[in-house]
Every structure is written in structure tokens, then in C-alpha cells.
């Protein structure tokens, strides 16, 4: 049977579906985090924004008491990077990274690599840990003591990528603090890994959460190379399809691809959201003349707002004593009224989410 074309559009609104961001829905929050896999969780904050565009009724305190019951973890995943995910599917998928992690430190550190006795360092940080959460700067000072002649941060960098840890959270306003505690992965969770990767279940999570999508698109994504024997052994499962440039993309057979007329409403992701990061070719999601926005000098992932399904442009939030702002930058005019007028009102709602203290709120700039 041949492929079945998809539209840009129709790849856009199928994508928004299995992001939740066709519409809030009704979910638990343990539930949206499984379904989205993992949140990118660089920096403490974004996560929250990100359910609360996703999730009816999000409130800060649901994700925190599941950080607290260690139901929700943040710890290194996918491309090496923090993210959160539920305590099951951290478990079940980090081994599936083991190989990406690893092999990060030759690539990273180079000649740093070399004389690094990862294997006694991975030794004692683990012992240092169980002992009782610290903090990786505790950690270096500890690996430096035992070894003058050691690189504080190669040593340090090492432990990071090949012994699993999870930070730890604390009560404070988006759950953790600038600096963290680290907890060996198993004793934090009270279970083993999984000791071997799973690459066709990471697939199918990963298609269930992006799709449909190219091996390249997981590829990106996860950070790891060489899925596509696992693609190729789950074809018979799966569904094909071509997209307008003659991309195969593979996709669950019962996965929603809504008519590409669909309505989209406004949404503002967070820095860093996993939507911007799901593909390789990010056509789907944002125009290519505005793709470089995306990405900073320094390498950071913006803030970003959706209109009718595409990013449209850049947001920040300003705070003065009792006034709060959320200041959009679109790449484009908004040339729509009823868009304008749709991506206050977001604005506005997401504000007094951020800035409850707040007695005044406006949104400038659409």
C-alpha cells in the first residue's frame, strides 16, 4: 500500500494533539507527564508552565507533591539533559541512554578523558551519595581531597554521565533551588533500573508523544544515534506516511491526526519545551525563516507562543513591585484582531499563574 501523504498543517494539528495543546485536557498530572514522555527541565519553572498549557486546572502544588512522593523525578535523559519524568518511566528508559551518556564524556571532555579511572570514580561518588544527598559541588571537593591531581570538573562531568542520580527537590517555589542535592538513582527510588535498553518501547512512547515522525526526528530528540533498526522492526506495528518533501514518517496506527482545519487556540510554552525540541525538521512548527529565533547566542531555547498551532513569536515576563507584564515579541505582525485579542487573554491567565502576588497585570506587545 503506498504511503499517505500528510499536509504541513495536518502534521501540525496531529502533533498539537498528542501535545495536549489542541485543547487543555481533562488529566491527572502524573498522567500528562507520562504522556508527554518527559518536560525539559533545565531550569526548574518551564515544566510548570508547560502543564499548566496542557492540563485543565493545573495548579503548582499537583506537581510539587509529586516531586515530594517521588513520583516525578529530574534527572539527566534525553540529548544528556535534565528533564522530569515519572519515577516508572525513568526506570524503565534511562538504560536506553546509557550509551549517549557515556560516550558524552570522550566527545565533551577530550584529552580531559584520558587517565580518568571512571570506574573508581563512579565507585566512590556512589558511596559518597548513599551516604546522604549532597551537592555536586560537595561531590568535586570530595573527589579532589582523594585525588590532588585529579580535573575537579572532568571528575565531576564523569560521575554525572555514568552514575544515575536524581536531584532532589525541595519546597521552594518551583521546586528546586539554584543549587541541588543529588541522590543515587536506585536509593532515592527504592527499585533498580532496568539494566538494558529498550529502544522499540522509547520508539513508541516517542512516536505516541511526536508523531508521526522520521527516524531523524527521534534521532534529535533523544540524542541517540542508530535507531533505525528499532523503526524497522516495529514497521509491521506501524503506520507510514510521506510528508510534503517526501519524508517517510512513521506514526501508531489508533494515534489522533486531526483534520488539518482544526481550530488551534493561543498557548505559551516555556524555555526549553520539548515541543520546539521533538523534530528534526521543525517545519511543522515553526516557519524556516523564523527557525534560527529559537536558538540563542548562548544556546538557549526562548520562550515561545503558538497561533493557530505555529510559533509566532518570543515572551518574557517583567515584574515591578505590584505590577506584572508579559511582554510578546511576535516575529510577524498579528495582523488577526480575535488573535490579538485570544493571545491577551492567554497572556493574562498565564500571568496571574506565574505572578499570583501581583495586584496589576497587563500584556504588551501583540
Same mark, same amino acid.
Given at each position: 500500500? %503506498?504511503?499517505?501523504?500528510?499536509?504541513?498543517?495536518?502534521?501540525?494539528?496531529?502533533?498539537?494533539?498528542?501535545?495536549?495543546?489542541?485543547?487543555?485536557?481533562?488529566?491527572?498530572?502524573?498522567?500528562?507527564?507520562?504522556?508527554?514522555?518527559?518536560?525539559? #527541565?533545565?531550569?526548574?519553572?518551564?515544566? /510548570?508552565?508547560?502543564?499548566?498549557?496542557?492540563?485543565?486546572?493545573?495548579?503548582?502544588?499537583?506537581?510539587?507533591?509529586?516531586?515530594?512522593? $517521588?513520583?516525578?523525578?529530574?534527572?539527566?535523559?534525553?540529548?544528556?539533559?535534565?528533564? =522530569?519524568?515519572?519515577?516508572?518511566?525513568?526506570?524503565?528508559?534511562?538504560?536506553? *541512554?546509557?550509551?549517549?551518556?557515556?560516550?558524552?564524556?570522550?566527545?565533551?571532555?577530550?584529552?580531559?578523558?584520558?587517565?580518568?579511572?571512571?570506574?573508581?570514580?563512579?565507585?566512590? #561518588? $556512589?558511596?559518597? /551519595?548513599?551516604?546522604?544527598?549532597?551537592? *555536586?559541588?560537595?561531590?568535586?571537593?570530595?573527589?579532589?581531597?582523594?585525588?590532588?591531581?585529579?580535573?575537579?570538573?572532568?571528575?565531576?562531568?564523569?560521575?554525572?554521565? /555514568?552514575?544515575?542520580?536524581?536531584?532532589?527537590?525541595?519546597?521552594?517555589?518551583?521546586?528546586?533551588?539554584?543549587?541541588?542535592?543529588?541522590?543515587?538513582?536506585?536509593?532515592?527510588?527504592?527499585?533498580?533500573?532496568?539494566?538494558?535498553?529498550?529502544?522499540?518501547?522509547?520508539?513508541?512512547?516517542?512516536?505516541?508523544?511526536?508523531?508521526?515522525?522520521?527516524?531523524?526526528?527521534?534521532?534529535?530528540?533523544?540524542?541517540?544515534?542508530?535507531?533505525?533498526?528499532?523503526?524497522?522492526?516495529?514497521? %509491521?506495528?506501524?503506520?507510514?506516511?510521506?510528508?510534503?518533501?517526501?519524508?517517510?514518517?512513521?506514526?501508531?496506527?489508533?494515534?489522533?491526526?486531526?483534520?488539518?482545519?482544526?481550530?488551534?487556540?493561543?498557548?505559551?510554552?516555556?524555555?526549553?519545551?520539548?515541543?520546539?525540541?521533538?523534530?528534526?525538521?521543525?517545519?511543522?512548527?515553526?516557519?524556516?525563516?523564523?527557525?534560527?529565533?529559537?536558538?540563542?547566542?548562548?544556546?538557549?531555547?526562548?520562550?515561545?507562543?503558538?497561533?493557530?498551532? /505555529?510559533?509566532?513569536?518570543?515572551?518574557?515576563?517583567?515584574?515591578?513591585?505590584?505590577?506584572? #507584564?508579559?511582554?510578546?515579541?511576535?516575529?510577524?505582525?498579528?495582523?488577526?484582531?480575535?488573535?490579538?485579542?485570544? =493571545?491577551?487573554?492567554?497572556?493574562?491567565?498565564?500571568?496571574?499563574?506565574?505572578?499570583?502576588?501581583?495586584?496589576?497585570?497587563?500584556?504588551?506587545?501583540?
Amino acid at each position: 500500500m %503506498p504511503d499517505t501523504s500528510l499536509t504541513l498543517r495536518a502534521l501540525n494539528r496531529a502533533t498539537l494533539a498528542r501535545q495536549m495543546l489542541l485543547a487543555r485536557e481533562q488529566t491527572s498530572v502524573l498522567g500528562a507527564v507520562e504522556r508527554l514522555l518527559a518536560l525539559q #527541565a533545565q531550569q526548574a519553572k518551564p515544566p /510548570f508552565v508547560g502543564l499548566w498549557s496542557r492540563v485543565e486546572g493545573f495548579e503548582r502544588a499537583a506537581l510539587q507533591v509529586l516531586l515530594q512522593c $517521588r513520583e516525578v523525578v529530574r534527572a539527566t535523559l534525553m540529548r544528556g539533559t535534565l528533564h =522530569l519524568a515519572s519515577a516508572g518511566d525513568y526506570r524503565n528508559l534511562r538504560a536506553s *541512554f546509557t550509551p549517549l551518556l557515556e560516550a558524552s564524556v570522550a566527545s565533551v571532555l577530550r584529552e580531559r578523558a584520558k587517565g580518568l579511572d571512571v570506574a573508581s570514580l563512579v565507585k566512590e #561518588a $556512589r558511596a559518597f /551519595f548513599e551516604e546522604a544527598p549532597r551537592t *555536586f559541588e560537595a561531590l568535586r571537593d570530595h573527589l579532589v581531597a582523594r585525588h590532588p591531581q585529579g580535573d575537579e570538573r572532568a571528575m565531576g562531568f564523569a560521575v554525572r554521565m /555514568f552514575l544515575p542520580l536524581i536531584q532532589v527537590p525541595t519546597e521552594t517555589e518551583w521546586g528546586y533551588p539554584g543549587t541541588t542535592d543529588f541522590a543515587v538513582a536506585e536509593a532515592w527510588l527504592g527499585a533498580p533500573l532496568r539494566a538494558e535498553a529498550d529502544l522499540p518501547t522509547l520508539v513508541q512512547r516517542y512516536l505516541a508523544a511526536f508523531g508521526p515522525a522520521s527516524v531523524s526526528d527521534a534521532q534529535t530528540w533523544s540524542g541517540l544515534k542508530g535507531l533505525k533498526p528499532a523503526f524497522e522492526a516495529l514497521r %509491521p506495528s506501524l503506520r507510514t506516511f510521506r510528508d510534503e518533501k517526501g519524508r517517510e514518517l512513521f506514526d501508531l496506527p489508533e494515534a489522533p491526526r486531526p483534520d488539518e482545519d482544526t481550530p488551534a487556540p493561543p498557548r505559551f510554552l516555556p524555555e526549553f519545551d520539548s515541543l520546539v525540541l521533538g523534530h528534526d525538521d521543525r517545519a511543522r512548527l515553526v516557519d524556516e525563516a523564523y527557525r534560527a529565533r529559537l536558538i540563542t547566542k548562548n544556546l538557549r531555547i526562548p520562550a515561545t507562543f503558538l497561533v493557530d498551532g /505555529f510559533v509566532a513569536g518570543t515572551w518574557t515576563v517583567e515584574r515591578k513591585r505590584a505590577m506584572a #507584564a508579559l511582554v510578546v515579541e511576535p516575529f510577524a505582525p498579528l495582523k488577526k484582531k480575535k488573535d490579538r485579542d485570544a =493571545l491577551a487573554r492567554e497572556g493574562e491567565a498565564l500571568l496571574r499563574f506565574l505572578e499570583p502576588e501581583a495586584r496589576t497585570f497587563e500584556v504588551r506587545g501583540n
